[in-house]
């Protein structure tokens, strides 16, 4: 007779759910071994197996205890030399998951077996953040050579840097592992591009099994950094659903032949504070991006809009649930990809 069934087992501090084991009759002679020595022969009998690591937020309790520490004080020393350096990580942490998943991508630089996702148009000239991570991976690595993945320290850096500029906090669940390759194409595909309407815009975000609310909530981020003048030209030059003072200032410093790479706060009260104002801000009709307009504009996401305008402990949470949501898009776990010892390359 075959059993089947499933259990979690802890190996080497990684968590795994094991599903669909079949044990043969003999099974039952393990009985009379120790509890020390069951696990091994119960394995020994297996007959066909699937196995996935799970994140746990206390995955490095043991391995690497001091790991949020270091990137905490990284992301401190990066934000008080550069405000901006908060939504860089937040930004790059997004761009990665959107991307084949949290598997730090998008920090390889190209190689001969690959075009990596840095000169894909959404990063060109823009995704940035890289050296901070290079910082925070060189002090890991010190304290704890080879165990913590590139892919984890970006979702840590990007928690960080949100409460170094007054955010919200959430759990951040580790364990995922480093992917050996890129995807550029996916990179040009994946990301919402900031000229996007909201049913395009809804649609993306419902590829990553995000809804609506998490979409809006993450939009939330462009309350802190700022966007070159490419991507919002469009808005403050065609659009009629911007306010007309708002756009001629940020016209001022974004010609409509020239000056791509100009930038200008997606906040205009407080750019370098994680708050509501963003929403409040699209109230107004000074959504910088015409997609950030998009979410007041008429449409289905009008009332959430309004409700984080005037309620921020509500975004908070919702923007927690999200980022929580977002952090963990396709990982890789287990003995899927690698923990890379140089972010820029593969082991």
């Known amino acids: 007779m075959n059993y089947k069934f ?3 087992i802890q190996i080497n501090n990684r968590k795994y759910t094991c599903t669909n084991f079949i044990i043969n009759h003999r099974s039952s002679v393990s009985m009379a ?30 391995s690497c205890p001091d790991l949020q520490s270091i990137v905490s004080s990284g992301m401190q020393d990066a934000v008080s030399s550069e ?44 995704l940035r953040g890289f050296d901070t991570i290079d910082t925070i991976k060189s002090s890991v690595e010190a304290s704890c050579n080879g165990t913590v993945s590139c ?21 951040v669940r580790l364990g995922r592992r480093d992917a050996t390759t890129a995807n550029f194409s996916g990179a040009n595909s994946d990301l ?26 993450l939009s939330g981020a462009h309350t802190i950094g700022k966007a070159r003048c490419v991507n919002f030209r469009g808005h403050i030059y065609n659009d009629t659903n911007i306010n007309s003072t708002f756009a001629a200032t940020r016209r001022e410093n974004c010609p409509f032949s020239s ?19 963003f929403y409040q801000n699209l109230v107004a009709q000074k959504g910088l991006l015409h997609s950030d ?55």
């Not at 000056?259 to 104002?277: H, I, K, M, Y």
Request: charged share 20%; proline share 4%.
């Open 151 to 171: 892919a984890d320290i970006v979702a840590l850096a990007a928690l960080e840097g949100i409460k170094a500029v007054n955010g919200p906090t959430w759990t």
């Open 192 to 217: 919402p591009p900031p000229n996007a309407d909201l049913s395009t815009l809804i649609s993306m975000f419902k590829a990553k099994n995000l809804d609506e609310t998490d979409m809006t909530a």
């Open 6 to 8: 499933r259990f979690k």
């Open 259 to 277: 000056g791509d790479n100009n930038l200008a706060p997606f906040d205009v009260q407080t750019e370098n504070s994680f708050d509501n104002d």
């Open 33 to 62: 071994f120790s509890s020390q020595l069951r696990p091994l022969f119960f394995c020994l009998l297996v007959l066909g197996f699937s196995c996935h690591a799970q994140l746990d937020s206390s995955f490095y309790s043991s």
């Open 293 to 347: 307009q998009e979410l007041f504009n008429g449409g289905s996401q009008d009332s959430l809009v309004s409700t984080y305008s005037s309620d921020q402990a509500t975004f908070f949470s919702d923007f927690m649930t999200a980022m929580s949501k977002m952090s963990e898009i396709d990982v890789l776990t287990g003995v899927d990809g690698e923990i890379r010892l140089n972010c820029r390359v593969v082991n």
């Open 83 to 126: 405000p901006r350096m908060a939504a860089s990580i937040l930004r790059l942490h997004f761009h990665d998951c959107f991307v084949n998943g949290c598997d730090g991508s998008n920090l390889l630089d190209d190689t001969a077996n690959f075009t990596g996702e840095k000169t894909a148009a959404p990063n060109k000239n823009s």
